[in-house]
């Protein structure tokens, strides 16, 4: 098994995403920001809106905690419809207002128009999928010098409060907020801060550089953030021995705990090996996160092989 990154890594890991992602959006020009990205319905902007969001929910609990309880009632609403409607058919009340562009931050909306297409909308069906949806609208209107103040100003301050969190409060059941939960390979606060904490805005670094046609230059920071993703495969996977090759700076990491190889290869599952998967290691990631990605090369028993690369990672 593949040891989960510490607390003071992972809050080292988050501070350094976030330095990585201001500066790839301090480079991106007036167009850039409504670019379409690879997550449904979403521009550059949506997704910077989303990570402020996450980062001032870790600051702020009682804003994450409004958000989640007006998200059950847009949920609760479209089950009983049986259709998706619109948030602001959904709610019965108005999502927090945003807070003053000195302190808080999200995404910048005006000529870009943001609101998400209908088929988008009938696909969010989790308390997740309408908190994320949230948090885009909420700062629908910040412009993009703004939101990146306000990402630069929560994001330290999440990441640093997520740190702050002692043990026993970590092992709180992230179902409890979220009902999906119970889906990851651990339902808990902890998984979320150690693990989903710098992932998910390293995924979404990856979504901006693929949508603005910028390279994604990977090194030792993202093998760290692809080995605590190989270690989610492990413990999800059941099936007979698969050697995983991940190739690429970012697949580097391997080496060192039971069950591994090196350099970019890994041993999932028990026994010897029946097949082979070669690919480079950001589009596995992309791959298993359910983004479009290049595909992989299997070798050996093809069928098991394949089944790997089924195996779906929480971003």
């Known amino acids: 098994m593949i040891a989960r990154t510490s607390m003071r890594e992972a809050v080292s890991l988050g501070l350094e995403e976030l330095s990585r992602t201001l500066e790839l959006l301090r480079s991106l020009d007036a167009d850039d920001w409504a670019r379409p990205t690879d997550c449904t319905g979403w521009s550059v902007h949506d997704v910077v809106?989303?990570?402020v969001g996450q980062f001032e929910g870790a600051a702020r609990p009682d804003r994450l905690l409004r958000r989640v309880r007006a998200a059950r009632r847009m949920k609760a609403r479209l089950n009983n419809e049986g259709r998706?409607?619109?948030i602001a058919?959904?709610?019965g009340e108005r999502p927090p207002s945003p807070q003053p562009s000195t302190d808080v931050g999200y995404a910048a909306r005006g000529k870009h128009s943001h609101a998400?297409?209908?088929?988008?909308r009938q696909?969010?069906?989790s308390v997740l999928d309408w908190h994320n949806e949230l948090q885009v609208r909420e700062r629908a209107d910040v412009p993009p010098a703004e939101?990146?103040?306000q990402l630069e100003s929560w994001g330290e301050r999440g990441i640093r409060a997520f740190g702050r969190i002692p043990a026993p409060l970590r092992r709180m059941r992230l179902s409890r907020l979220f009902p999906e939960a119970v889906e990851l390979p651990d339902d808990s606060l902890d998984f979320l801060i150690r693990i989903i904490g710098p992932r998910d805005p390293w995924m979404h670094r990856i979504d901006i550089c693929s949508a603005v046609g910028r390279p994604f230059v990977a090194d030792g920071h993202d093998a760290k953030i692809v080995e605590q993703v190989v270690g989610d495969l492990i413990q999800l996977w059941a099936n007979p021995a698969v050697r995983l090759v991940l190739e690429g700076p970012a697949g580097a990491a391997g080496g060192g705990s039971a069950g591994?190889?090196?350099n970019g290869e890994w041993v999932v599952g028990q026994g010897v090996p029946v097949?082979?998967?070669r690919c480079d290691a950001i589009a596995y990631c992309r791959h298993a996160s359910g983004r479009p990605a290049p595909g992989a090369r299997v070798t050996g028993a093809r069928q098991v092989g394949e089944a790997l690369l089924a195996v779906k990672i929480s971003f």
């Open 49 to 51: 809106a989303h990570l």
């Open 89 to 91: 058919d959904n709610e």
């Open 84 to 86: 998706a409607t619109t």
């Open 116 to 120: 998400r297409p209908s088929a988008a």
């Open 123 to 125: 696909a969010m069906t």
């Open 275 to 277: 097949a082979e998967v």
């Open 260 to 262: 591994e190889v090196s």
């Open 147 to 149: 939101l990146m103040e």
